[in-house]
């Protein structure tokens, strides 16, 4: 294909050129009519033309200013937003539609954890997102306690979201040829029941845990901003590691900090 302007390194620009795995990632999103569908980086629009086929009401958010003006001249019915998509209000989006969100796009890895992190954030107006990201990302993603992949990002997904490790992807069907395998991921964002409140105390609870990941539990909390409160009651054993615990541990541990006179 024809690529009219040249991929930024500072964007982290590698476009997907392969037609059969983008109408694979088609088939993995399964666009309907009625959804709100944000792309995040649409560059030459390859997957935008194909979204915008099956989607009415579609946004596209590039923040390389060469591309928007001829991706809006070929796409009139697409909504392009010029700008960063981490700083796009996406609440915003989903309360003027009075729908939750789906969103897609092929990434750009360097900021994969801070768009994974707003994703989150949002977790009450997004339904699901498909996301081209770094392989060993997804590994991370997708880990199992107790593995060397498995830390702040598995735990946080694994409360939000259902996640997917969809397939794995070459580097020859990208321009230019990333160094790295990719894979596509989907998060499906579970209903949580728990206040913002206690969303954002378990955040700050596993990450306080992993602070020290090769200490214990003990070691890692006590030297957290938890370091006034006494664990000893809380019924997981602090000689642990925080890479042992499961999800539902996590949930048990937060919600002992959340009993306490000091949270």
């Known amino acids: ?11 982290g620009q590698n476009y997907l050129i392969d037609k059969n795995i983008l109408n694979k990632i088609i ?8 959804d709100i569908i944000i792309e995040i980086g649409p560059g030459t629009g390859t997957l935008t033309k194909l979204l915008a086929a099956r989607s009415n009401n579609l946004i596209a958010v590039e923040i390389d200013k060469r ?10 019915d ?49 339904n699901d ?14 880990a199992r306690p107790g593995s060397k992949d498995y830390g702040i990002l598995t735990l946080l997904l694994n409360y939000f979201t259902k996640t997917e490790l969809c397939f794995r992807v070459s580097p020859n069907v990208f321009f230019p040829r990333p160094k790295v395998y990719s894979s596509l991921v989907k998060l499906n964002f579970k209903q949580i029941s728990e206040s913002k409140e206690f969303q954002k105390l378990f955040i700050k609870t596993v990450k306080a845990a ?40 996590f949930l048990d541990l937060t919600s002992f900090i959340y009993s306490q006179p000091a949270n």
């Open 1 to 11: 294909m024809l690529i009219q302007h040249k991929p930024l390194k500072r964007f």
């Open 27 to 34: 088939e993995t999103i399964n666009p309907r009519k009625d």
């Open 67 to 76: 591309v928007v003006k001829d991706l809006q001249s070929e796409l009139p």
């Open 78 to 126: 697409v909504e392009f937003i010029s700008g960063d998509f981490l700083d796009v209000d996406i609440k915003n989006i989903s309360e003027e539609n009075n729908k939750r969100l789906r969103i897609a796009g092929n990434i750009p890895y360097n900021i994969t954890s801070s768009i994974i992190f707003k994703l989150i954030d949002n977790n009450e107006v997004v």
């Open 129 to 142: 997102a498909v996301l081209m990201v770094q392989f060993e990302v997804a590994k991370r993603m997708t």
């Open 210 to 249: 992993f602070s020290k990941r090769r200490k214990t539990l003990k070691n890692s909390l006590g030297s957290s901003h938890f370091s006034n409160i006494n664990f000893d009651k809380c019924g997981i054993d602090l000689q642990r590691r925080a890479e042992s615990l499961s999800v539902d541990e």
